[in-house]
Nanobody, 121 residues
Framework: VQLQASGGGLAQAGGSLTLSCVFS????????VGWFRQAPGKDREFVVAVSNSGGRGYYADAVKGRFTCSRDNAKNTAWLRMNSLKEEDTAVYYCAVSTYYARASTEWSFWGQGTLVTVSS
């Protein structure tokens, strides 16, 4: 399995960014997709996940109502749409896949390389 995350960059507080995660190697619809982030000096934390079919989403409280995760199994791609960005959203964002949903990063089987999101005031 390979995951390629992209779309990070610099955004102003209150702005928006969309991250993409392209999957290859196996059957995408067999996996839940998760997004995690790691800020400098902090542990990697759960952000959001979407079920295999895309019908169910799971969100960290810090991003609920601002971030949306979606996927298109025909395109082997998942997206993380981030609205109303805050400085505290600054981090390296990682996509991951697993055969089941879990909040702990250790439960996720395969990881993308990470993409940096920087939010300025």
């Amino acid at each position: 399995v390979q995951l390629q995350a992209s779309g990070g960059g610099l955004a102003q507080a209150g702005g928006s960014l969309t991250l993409s995660c392209v999957f290859s190697g196996r059957t995408f619809s067999d996996y839940a997709v998760g997004w995690f982030r790691q800020a400098p000096g902090k542990d990697r934390e759960f952000v959001v996940a979407v079920s295999n079919s895309g019908g169910r989403g799971y969100y960290a409280d810090a991003v609920k109502g601002r971030f949306t995760c979606s996927r298109d199994n025909a395109k082997n791609t998942a997206w993380l749409r981030m609205n109303s960005l805050k400085e505290e959203d600054t981090a390296v964002y990682y996509c991951a896949v697993s055969t089941y949903y879990a909040r702990a990063s250790t439960e996720w089987s395969f990881w993308g390389q990470g993409t940096l999101v920087t939010v300025s005031s």
